[in-house]
């Protein structure tokens, strides 16, 4: 599914950053620091957005977008060290990022519980996860329209609306440092610690 929607994603996901998660990319790349590990990286639209001095290690499960990543960082002049793989299994020994990212991936990852705890395995002890995605609305009217149209889309494209990252981050492990909810609820930005 994702090698399909490759070629049009970088279109497609540029409208909802105008309007939905305004400034998130450039949270997450305001906070990376060191050995940094994105899993589900997609097409690399954060790469931008990492200070210079970090060293970017994506993950992503589909080809298509891997390549369209390395021809951002080729066209950034960013050296990438891209790797094919699953966010529940990391290709990673522990301990071996000071960040870990995940950006609009969680609500579609089959198993967000067993990613977080794999980028909780593989980060330093006081390493920063920091994760953005959209989730359910605080708001309860927008949260039964949020669960409405999960019928649909999590058949379709496997992605969920009403999902929420934030309780199992801390059930992980995770110290919240950090935790903003924009646009009615429906979108977090979360920075958590590893003790
Ligand atoms: C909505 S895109 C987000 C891409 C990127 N993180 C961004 O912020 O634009 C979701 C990405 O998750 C990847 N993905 C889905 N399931 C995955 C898994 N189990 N392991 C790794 N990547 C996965 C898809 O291939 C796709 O590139």
Excluded at 93 to 99: I, L, N, R, V
Excluded at 117 to 124: A, I, K, P, W
Excluded at 185 to 195: H, S
């Amino acid at each position: 599914m994702w090698d399909k929607a490759a070629p049009a994603y970088d279109k497609q996901i540029a409208f909802y950053e105008r309007i939905w998660f305004t400034g998130g990319r450039q949270w997450i790349g305001a906070r990376s620091r060191g050995r940094v590990l994105e899993v589900a990286v997609g097409t690399g639209r954060n790469l931008s957005f990492y200070p210079r001095e970090t060293t970017i290690t994506g993950l992503d499960l589909s080809p298509a977008m891997l390549a369209l990543a390395a021809r951002r960082a080729s066209e950034l002049g960013r050296v990438i060290d891209l790797h094919e793989g699953d966010a529940a299994h990391l290709p990673f020994d522990g301990a071996t990022f000071d960040t870990a990212v995940c950006a609009l991936s969680l609500c579609s990852i089959p198993d967000p519980q067993r990613a977080i705890s794999e980028m909780h395995r593989v980060l330093v002890p006081g390493g920063t996860l920091l994760l953005l995605d959209h989730v359910a609305s605080t708001w309860p009217p927008l949260h039964g329209a949020q669960w409405v149209v999960e019928q649909a889309t999590r058949r379709l494209a496997g992605e969920f609306q009403t999902r929420r990252q934030r309780p199992l981050v801390e059930a992980t492990g995770f110290t919240i440092a950090e935790a903003d909810r924009l646009k009615a609820g429906t979108v977090e930005r979360l920075r958590a610690i590893k003790p």
